[in-house]
């Protein structure tokens, strides 16, 4: 799905006077949820403005997501003509979790903070909530014929001619690198294989991960989806829209996502 973003150096980054993008990686690893969050909302920016990275309709989501969180814990969000019911709690569960990673992922409270998470981050964009509405459906054909749209700035792909949602979906055909992916401790979410209605199975890609684990998967990869594209693939934003389920789907549906396909095979119904 969220997912084609430009390769630059960081907001932050660029404040600390960086030149390059791995020292603007370093301030990200070093940098507070709500600076990563800002750093984030910087790329989002960034990645809708470039001519050379493409959105898809999936991937815009989970950019425009990322933003909307970091705009609520710097107050840049206007709001006033919208009411999200889950703002204050997922202001304080972030300050919590900022003060907290070293805490057991046995302690109640990351369950309580995954729930404000989730609930706040389904709740805050209504292109987010149809997609959690179809998956909660099981109208998984729909939900691939709006993933599998691209809007008009064409086909997401990045730099190097890839999808951003090959890496979501974990492809192995494609010529993908993940040696960064399994350097930095994660396993690959193989959405290409995967069957529909698994993802939370105590072996699936959502349900495999402790609650605490997707907390920090959250925090600590989207913000560096920018800089490391295999990270894409990381299990966080879509395992608290509960969308993987349909992902699974839509991976093993669209064009280029999986494996070679003519581009846009999925015919989309008339308007």
Same mark, same amino acid.
């Given at each position: 799905?969220?997912?084609?973003?430009?390769?630059?150096? &960081?907001?932050?980054?660029?404040?600390?006077?960086?030149?390059?993008?791995?020292?603007?990686?370093?301030?990200?690893?070093?940098?507070?949820?709500?600076?990563?969050?800002?750093?984030? $909302?910087?790329?989002?920016?960034?990645?809708?403005?470039?001519?050379?990275?493409?959105?898809?309709?999936?991937?815009?989501?989970?950019?425009?997501?990322?933003?909307?969180?970091?705009?609520?814990?710097?107050?840049?969000?206007?709001?006033?003509?919208?009411?999200?019911?889950?703002?204050?709690?997922?202001?304080?569960?972030?300050?919590?979790?900022?003060?907290?990673?070293?805490?057991?992922? /046995?302690?109640?409270?990351?369950?309580?903070?995954?729930?404000?998470?989730?609930?706040?981050?389904?709740?805050?964009?209504?292109?987010?909530?149809?997609?959690?509405?179809?998956?909660?459906?099981?109208?998984?054909?729909?939900?691939?014929?709006?993933?599998?749209?691209?809007?008009?700035?064409?086909?997401?792909?990045? $730099?190097?001619?890839?999808?951003?949602?090959?890496?979501?979906?974990?492809?192995?055909?494609?010529?993908? $690198?993940?040696?960064?992916?399994?350097?930095?401790?994660?396993?690959?979410?193989?959405?290409?294989?995967?069957?529909?209605?698994?993802?939370?199975?105590?072996?699936?890609?959502?349900?495999?991960?402790?609650?605490?684990?997707? &907390?920090?998967?959250?925090?600590?990869?989207? &913000?560096?989806?920018?800089?490391?594209?295999?990270?894409?693939?990381?299990?966080?934003?879509?395992?608290?829209?509960?969308?993987?389920?349909?992902?699974?789907?839509?991976?093993?549906?669209?064009?280029?996502?999986?494996?070679?396909?003519?581009?846009? /095979?999925?015919?989309?119904?008339?308007?």
């Amino acid at each position: 799905m969220l997912r084609a973003v430009a390769f630059f150096v &960081v907001a932050r980054g660029a404040q600390a006077g960086c030149e390059s993008a791995s020292c603007a990686l370093q301030w990200d690893l070093d940098a507070s949820l709500s600076t990563q969050l800002l750093q984030a $909302d910087s790329r989002a920016l960034h990645a809708k403005k470039s001519k050379t990275s493409r959105l898809s309709a999936r991937h815009k989501l989970r950019l425009d997501m990322v933003a909307k969180l970091s705009e609520m814990l710097h107050g840049t969000r206007d709001d006033d003509d919208k009411y999200l019911p889950y703002s204050r709690d997922y202001i304080e569960a972030s300050a919590w979790v900022n003060a907290s990673k070293d805490i057991s992922a /046995e302690d109640p409270q990351w369950e309580k903070v995954y729930n404000v998470f989730a609930h706040h981050i389904t709740t805050s964009d209504f292109d987010g909530m149809q997609y959690a509405l179809l998956a909660q459906w099981k109208e998984y054909d729909k939900y691939a014929e709006k993933a599998c749209f691209f809007n008009e700035g064409g086909s997401s792909k990045l $730099d190097n001619g890839i999808m951003a949602d090959a890496y979501y979906c974990g492809s192995q055909h494609l010529g993908i $690198d993940w040696s960064n992916l399994t350097k930095a401790g994660y396993k690959l979410a193989d959405l290409c294989n995967a069957k529909v209605g698994t993802a939370w199975n105590s072996d699936g890609i959502c349900g495999s991960l402790g609650k605490k684990q997707l &907390v920090l998967n959250l925090v600590e990869t989207t &913000v560096l989806w920018g800089e490391q594209a295999a990270l894409i693939n990381v299990p966080s934003l879509d395992c608290f829209l509960d969308l993987v389920d349909g992902d699974i789907h839509y991976c093993q549906t669209c064009a280029d996502h999986c494996k070679h396909k003519p581009e846009h /095979e999925l015919l989309l119904p008339e308007p």
